[in-house]
């Protein structure tokens, strides 16, 4: 019987599941060592990745880059290799080359939690769904639930909204915060996990990771402000996605930002989402809570949905 080997590669943590046994260590990535450099940070990632495949398995990566899935290519990721694209990284490639008797399968990471999200909460009448990340990096991916596909580009991205510009009314000095892909004002620079300690520097708010729900529970008006900072670039693309398909039924919103914060997230997200400014505006407070799903911490399982996408429940493909 063929080993099975689930493994969900983050810029934080790297997650490796064998039967019933997950296995979590310190990702080898741009996040965890700044400074090292990426050609050392992947080769730390093959060494491991050959230490937990037994010999003969199948093993199914759930990958935080940006990827073609169709080959196996990275095209770049600021927190788990760092700096400005350098370049495509053949994954696949070099991970067979390492262990020819493997058979690796690569899927973005977060078109394994899309996955997982429309196994767990897609209803019977919905027709496009879509999931956000909101960790170490952003992105999104929609999924056309009635011929179960992802459709992508030509270089196989769909959805990679981090590296936009961000729609903002924050200072400037927020506005022009650099991101970890090298760019400048990117949505990654101010909504993304390491981006809330930088933003709260430069609007001079004492932040701590740890405290920041409670001072939010106790009702801070600091920290309030930081969170609504923080949310308006997630909460202008969803307000932009919905106004440009109105097929989309259903959006999860995950990763460890909006998780660890869920219930002052959603109260966030969900008030900037059903504020009214013109006629184009049609999210009523009702019709938010329709559609977006605030996950918590639980309810999205990269490593089964990176198992689904292997296994064909939705299908990548480049239109």
């Not at 490639?93 to 899927?107: E, I």
């Not at 767990?120 to 999931?131: E, K, L, M, Q, V």
């Amino acid at each position: 019987m063929t080993a099975a080997v689930s493994v969900d590669l983050g810029g934080t943590w790297l997650r490796i599941r064998s039967g019933d046994v997950i296995e979590r260590v310190p990702s080898p990535s741009a996040l965890r060592q700044p400074g090292v450099a990426a050609d050392n940070l992947l080769q730390q990632l093959m060494d491991t990745l050959d230490r937990h495949a037994p010999h003969g398995a199948a093993v199914n990566i759930s990958c935080g880059a940006a990827l073609d899935e169709q080959n196996g290519v990275a095209l770049g990721s600021g927190p788990l290799w760092g700096g400005a694209p350098t370049g495509e990284i053949p994954l696949l490639s070099m991970l067979s080359s390492r262990r020819p008797d493997v058979h690796w399968r690569l899927v973005n990471d977060v078109t394994a939690g899309l996955a997982s999200f429309a196994l767990g909460f897609a209803r019977p009448t919905d027709r496009h769904i879509a999931y956000f990340t909101i960790s170490s990096g952003i992105a999104a991916r929609t999924a056309i639930l009635t011929d179960r596909s992802i459709p992508v580009d030509h270089r196989g991205l769909q959805g990679e909204v981090g590296h936009l510009r961000a729609s903002t009314s924050a200072p400037e000095a927020v506005r022009t915060l650099p991101c970890a892909c090298g760019g400048i004002g990117h949505v990654s620079s101010i909504s993304s996990g390491p981006a809330v300690q930088a933003v709260a520097d430069v609007l001079e708010i004492r932040y701590d990771v740890d405290t920041f729900a409670s001072s939010l529970a106790a009702g801070d008006p600091d920290s309030s402000r930081l969170l609504r900072t923080v949310v308006e670039p997630i909460a202008e693309l969803i307000r932009t996605m919905i106004a440009l398909d109105p097929r989309l039924d259903r959006i999860g919103i995950g990763g460890g930002v909006a998780e660890g914060l869920w219930e002052f997230y959603e109260r966030e997200l969900t008030g900037q989402l059903a504020e009214t400014r013109s006629y184009a505006d049609s999210l009523t407070p009702e019709r938010v809570a329709d559609i977006i799903h605030l996950c918590r911490p639980g309810d999205i399982d990269t490593l089964a949905g990176a198992d689904a996408i292997a296994d064909g429940f939705l299908r990548v493909t480049k239109i």
